[in-house]
C-alpha cells in the first residue's frame, strides 16, 4: 500500500506518466524513480529522477506523502521526512506552513525551497 501510493504520487506530480518505483523496503536514502513511459504530449525519452522538480500543491503533499517521497524533496532528507509524517500524525494534516514550520529541523530556507516547487520552470 505504501510504495502504490507513493508511486501514484509521483504519477501525479509527473503530470500522468507511467513510474516504475525501484524503493526497496528499507533505504539509507532516496531510491531513484525511472521513468518507463511519458505522456502522450511529451517527446522526451525516458529520464532518471533523483528528486522532485515540481509539484502542483507541495503543502498536500507534505500532508498526504508517504515518508521515501517525502525524501525526494530538496532538503528533505530521511530524518525529516520521519519528523514531517510524525507531525502530521500527531496533529493532523498541514493546512498552512506555518503548521509546516513548527516541525522542528525546518526552517525559512527549507520552506522557500519546497514553496518554489509550485513554480514550474
Not at 33 to 58: C, K, M, N, Q
Amino acid at each position: 500500500m505504501r510504495r502504490t501510493l507513493g508511486a501514484a504520487i509521483l504519477i501525479g506530480a509527473l503530470g500522468g506518466a507511467t513510474v516504475f518505483s525501484g524503493w526497496p523496503a528499507r533505504t539509507t536514502g532516496p531510491a531513484p524513480v525511472e521513468v518507463v513511459s511519458a505522456p502522450a504530449d511529451s517527446a522526451r525519452a525516458p529520464v532518471l529522477l533523483t528528486g522532485i522538480e515540481f509539484l502542483p500543491d507541495p503543502l498536500a503533499f507534505l500532508s498526504t506523502a508517504p515518508t521515501d517521497s517525502l525524501e525526494l524533496l530538496p532538503g528533505v532528507g530521511p530524518v525529516l521526512a520521519n519528523r514531517l509524517v510524525a507531525a502530521r500524525r500527531e496533529r493532523g494534516a498541514f493546512r498552512s506552513w506555518d503548521d509546516v514550520d513548527r516541525v522542528h529541523g525546518i526552517g525559512p530556507k527549507t520552506i522557500e525551497r519546497l514553496k518554489a516547487l509550485a513554480t514550474q520552470r
